[in-house]
């Protein structure tokens, strides 16, 4: 039997409710939107779900209480003003990355040298491009399974996708790039068991995890930006709350950078480390 849109989803937020997600309507709104093919925004002037919409709205949300992150189920990803391909084997951008793009967007100018290193789905670069100055720009990914997302993802927009390890990776720019940007992997192997089930069982590990203290990335990075940045170029780079005293002083302490600085983000968290390369 057809199903009114609005009730859709309060049925369907119901369910999301009693399994303990933090956000049932928004969730259910998402979903029902998407089996209807429909903007959230539009559900209200919707037509009634049909049987196979409402067949598959419940499969939908039958996947959500499993744990399975609604961008996954959606396949999309909102950041900022773009909306990106997302799934299996590429780590979901998240809202807490969006402050360090502004930032980065009030630095470039136009026919400055862009280097995005851990590229993942591309969210930071498409921002970056579609939102900022023409720039030329490179976005760097060592995942083959990401891989496909970010070269969908960064179509038509001109940024070059490299596959690299971002240690080895775009020697040919050396020294020669003003602005570095990087949300590199920065949870502690140690703190597997606190880490949020959906972000252990469906974001790529090697998204999340970088050694014992979650710094591994973060080090290689500081030498990886050294060699990109021309004198005075700039690096941006997301890390844990946490882990603010221990990377502005990794970076301060490190003798190719300068005017360290920590920035926090939305809702007031320590969130990325700014820096500038020496001459
Ligand atoms: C936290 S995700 C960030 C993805 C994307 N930049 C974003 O903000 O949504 C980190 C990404 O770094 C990639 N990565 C991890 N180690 C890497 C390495 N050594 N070289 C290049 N990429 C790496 C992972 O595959 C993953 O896509």
């Given at each position: 039997m057809p199903l009114a849109a609005g009730a859709a989803v309060r049925r369907a937020a119901l369910v999301l409710a009693a399994s303990g997600s933090a956000s049932p309507d928004a969730e259910a709104r998402t979903l029902v939107a998407h089996v209807a093919a429909?903007?959230?925004?539009r559900i209200l002037l919707a037509d009634p779900l049909d049987d196979e919409a409402v067949t598959r709205l419940d499969e939908a949300v039958a996947r959500r209480v499993a744990g399975e992150p609604v961008q996954h189920i959606t396949g999309v990803a909102h950041f900022r003003t773009t909306t990106l391909r997302v799934g299996h084997g590429v780590f979901v951008p998240r809202p807490e990355t969006e402050t360090m793009v502004g930032w980065c967007l009030e630095q470039v100018v136009p026919g400055q040298r862009v280097v995005e290193l851990c590229?993942?789905?591309?969210a930071i670069s498409r921002a970056l491009a579609l939102e900022g100055p023409a720039t030329d720009q490179w976005a760097l990914e060592l995942s083959t399974d990401a891989l496909p997302y970010l070269t969908a993802n960064l179509a038509g927009t001109g940024v070059q996708v490299v596959e690299a390890d971002m240690a080895d990776?775009?020697?040919?720019l050396d020294g020669t790039v003003d602005l570095v940007v990087v949300n590199p992997?920065?949870?502690?192997?140690?703190?597997w068991e606190s880490v949020p089930a959906d972000v252990r069982d469906h974001d790529p590990q090697l998204a999340v995890f970088s050694g014992s203290d979650g710094l591994d990335a973060l080090r290689i990075v500081a030498g990886v930006a050294a060699r990109l940045l021309r004198p005075g170029g700039t690096l941006a780079a997301e890390h844990a709350e946490v882990q603010h005293e221990e990377v502005v002083d990794m970076y301060a302490r490190?003798?190719?950078?300068?005017t360290v600085r920590d920035h926090r983000d939305l809702v007031g968290r320590w969130r990325f480390i700014t820096a500038r390369r020496l001459s």
């Open positions: 429909i903007e959230p925004g590229a993942g789905s591309g990776g775009l020697h040919e992997p920065y949870v502690p192997l140690d703190a490190d003798g190719r950078y300068d």
